[in-house]
């Protein structure tokens, strides 16, 4: 697997899983309702950010991920990042490498940290996995995400010092 910088030719290999996994709203605090060109908006990020995807041997994309700062003038230290595997994909270590990628890129940028800021509880998947990589839970919104079939549930905010 190769991690490399996205090109604004891979939004039409990553638009239909990160379709099907807005629209399920079960991870992600996007509109549910966000057609091609908005989500290449919202996840499509330019420099100094960056957007990433993972890929096999024959080029095919199989997840990817964005990182920017989390805040900006004297927050601007700490980073933030979203992951997103193509579900076909799922269960082969994509997310786990595309974490560990942003880590170093955030490292190697100067960031001090990275925080996630909408981690839904019912990511179960997600937050062992980001457990595993040295996060932890700072904070808990009660019923800060809303989603389809479990009602309101927590939303996690989590952190990592690099």
């Known amino acids: 697997m190769l991690i490399r910088d996205a ?14 996994i807005t629209a399920a709203g079960e991870t992600f605090t996007f509109p ?3 057609d091609r060109e908005s989500g290449r908006g919202w996840w ?21 991920a964005k990182m920017n700062n ?9 980073a933030s990042a ?3 595997v193509d579900p076909a994909h799922g269960g082969r270590g994509v997310g786990r490498a595309l974490v560990e990628h942003t ?3 955030a490292r190697a940028q100067g960031f001090r940290a990275m925080q996630f800021n909408a981690v839904a509880a019912t990511n179960t998947h997600a937050v062992r996995l980001y457990e595993r990589l040295g996060f ?3 904070g808990t919104i009660p019923e800060g995400f809303h989603h389809p079939r479990e009602g309101y ?10």
């Open 7 to 20: 090109t604004a030719d891979d939004w039409a290999a990553i638009w239909p899983f990160f379709h099907q």
């Open 32 to 34: 549910v309702g966000l």
């Open 44 to 64: 499509m990020l330019s420099a100094p950010n960056l957007t990433v995807v993972a890929v096999d041997d024959t080029g095919e994309i199989l997840g990817t």
């Open 70 to 78: 989390n805040q900006h003038g004297n927050g601007a230290h700490v």
């Open 82 to 84: 979203s992951y997103m």
């Open 103 to 105: 880590l170093d890129r």
């Open 136 to 138: 932890r839970i700072v």
């Open 153 to 162: 549930v927590g939303l996690h905010v989590m952190h990592r010092p690099l």
